[in-house]
């Protein structure tokens, strides 16, 4: 099992950055990608950005650009740095963490990120 714990949400006015952290706990050594997925109000959780233990990226196109995903040399650490927000990247942030063969995935609680206008 994995345990994931999110960090760095809030609120955040239009243009600027906030710094999303995730620490992943238990059984690190099955963890291949880690990344983010968000979901806004009445809307479907979305893939945001993922990044692979070898350091491959994988953007949204709407975030591309504005977001970076990096991991932590630990291994168990992701981030992802959002410059430039917007209100419409306001959404609750989840980390994921996906084994190597896929066959498990993990989430993590939640963090708000909230970007006024």
């Known amino acids: 099992q994995v345990q994931l714990v999110e960090s760095g949400g809030g609120l955040v006015q239009s243009g600027g950055s906030l710094r999303l952290s995730c620490v992943a706990s238990g059984s690190i050594f099955s963890i291949n990608t880690m990344g983010w997925y968000r979901q806004a109000p009445g809307k479907q959780r979305e893939l945001v950005a993922n990044i692979t233990s070898s350091g491959r990226t994988n953007y949204a196109d709407s975030v591309k650009g504005r977001f970076t995903s990096s991991r932590g040399n630990a291994k168990n650490l992701v981030y992802l740095q959002m410059n430039s927000l917007k209100p419409e990247d306001t959404a609750v942030y989840y980390c994921?963490?996906?084994?190597?063969?896929?066959?498990?995935?993990?989430w993590g609680q939640g963090t708000q990120v909230t970007v006024s206008s």
């Open positions: 994921n963490a996906v084994s190597q063969w896929g066959t498990s995935e993990y």
